[in-house]
Nanobody, 120 residues
Framework: QVQLVESGGGLVQPGGSLRLSCAASGSIFSIKAMGWYRQPPEKERELVATISSGGITAYADSVKSRFTISRDGAKNTVYLQMNSLKPEDTAVYYC??????????????WGKGTLVTVSS
């Protein structure tokens, strides 16, 4: 089994910054893509950013130039640095990873989410 545990959410004022972390643990041989998704109140879940095992990144247009995704392969951890936060960034942020177990095939896993609230 694999667990993804997010941390770093909270309440921040508009224009502020937060850094989210997501650590993967369990039966892991390798991790392919990792990413962050978010679900604003009463809306569908949406992609925020992804990063491949080779470090190639992709971002939603709404967060480009404000958010930065990175990963630490040795720690099986992905980060999301969020700057210049706006009220519309308020959402539950979910970590996602494609994990390959020893002797197995890649499978998609999700964390339980961490709430980010941007408000004055």
């Amino acid at each position: 089994q694999v667990q993804l545990v997010e941390s770093g959410g909270g309440l921040v004022q508009p224009g502020g910054s937060l850094r989210l972390s997501c650590a993967a643990s369990g039966s892991i041989f390798s991790i392919k893509a990792m990413g962050w998704y978010r679900q604003p109140p009463e809306k569908e879940r949406e992609l925020v950013a992804t990063i491949s095992s080779g470090g190639i990144t992709a971002y939603a247009d709404s967060v480009k130039s404000r958010f930065t995704i990175s990963r630490d392969g040795a720690k099986n951890t992905v980060y999301l640095q969020m700057n210049s936060l706006k009220p519309e960034d308020t959402a539950v942020y979910y970590c996602n990873a494609v994990v390959v177990p020893p002797g197995g095939y890649g499978r998609n896993y999700w964390g339980k989410g961490t709430l980010v609230t941007v408000s004055s």
